[in-house]
């Protein structure tokens, strides 16, 4: 079955500073794969995806995600951290040829001033 | 994209006690998925709604427990019978948009966030 690993259930960075959360997956198939931001007491809201095409995806509020299918991996990265970037943040995969979604343990992201 | 509503948002039930939540999306979906997201938790998915026919559960989840329905592509329901503390979780309800601009996406309601005491 494939799954999916969230390295580090806490990170934390000071405002303006890199901000790198880790996912890797497990599939022989390359899966597609996302990243859901969670605010306090709020729902998913999609931040990226990674279907097909350019490894490296843009996302909303100046995220991006870099598929590497020799290292099995969809790391999130965001070059200048802010305050509002405080959440919980899912990485997800969806195997090929399914609409279910496998998620990770999640990273919740504190942001210091 | 999808607006999906989700019906009641939040809610503390009775122990043993059943309520049913609604899933009203804005437009006609392809699938509908049913996830739990247990306190502290990721999130699991409990079924696939199947429109017009029995949902189909994942391991671990049973329909005695958690009856689904889905009359027609808008719209869906999830009922969690004989509630007890560990039924406290958000639930929420998935769609896929499947079109041009969009294409195969998935979208997710704002959750259910039930207590139960």
């Known amino acids: 079955a494939q799954s999916v690993t969230q390295l580090g259930s806490h990170v934390s960075v000071s405002e303006g500073a890199l901000v790198l959360l880790r996912c890797n997956y497990s599939s022989s198939v390359p899966p597609y794969l996302f990243w859901y931001v969670q605010y306090p007491n709020q729902g998913l809201q999609l931040l990226l995806k990674y279907t097909t095409g350019a490894t490296l995806v843009k996302g909303i509020n100046g995220f991006e995600a870099e598929f590497k299918k020799s290292e099995t991996s969809f790391h999130l990265t965001k070059p200048s951290a802010h305050m509002s970037d405080a959440a919980e943040y899912f990485c997800a995969v969806r195997p090929v040829g399914t609409d279910k979604l496998i998620f990770g343990t999640g990273t919740r992201l504190q942001v210091f001033p | 994209s999808a607006v999906i509503s989700q019906k009641p948002s939040r809610d503390i039930c009775q122990r043993g006690t059943s309520l049913t939540i609604q899933c009203q999306v804005d437009s006609q979906v392809t699938m509908m998925f049913w996830y739990r997201q247990q306190p502290g938790q990721s999130l699991t998915l409990i079924a696939t709604?199947?429109?017009?026919?029995?949902?189909?559960?994942e391991s671990g989840f049973v329909i005695d427990k958690f009856p689904i329905s889905r009359p027609n592509l808008t719209f869906s329901t999830l009922t969690v019978s004989n509630m007890s503390p560990e039924d406290s979780s958000i639930y929420l309800c998935s769609v896929v948009i499947a079109g041009p601009y969009s294409g195969n996406t998935i979208y997710f309601g704002e959750g259910s966030w039930l207590t139960v005491v």
């Open positions: 709604a199947n429109q017009g026919s029995e949902a189909t559960y």
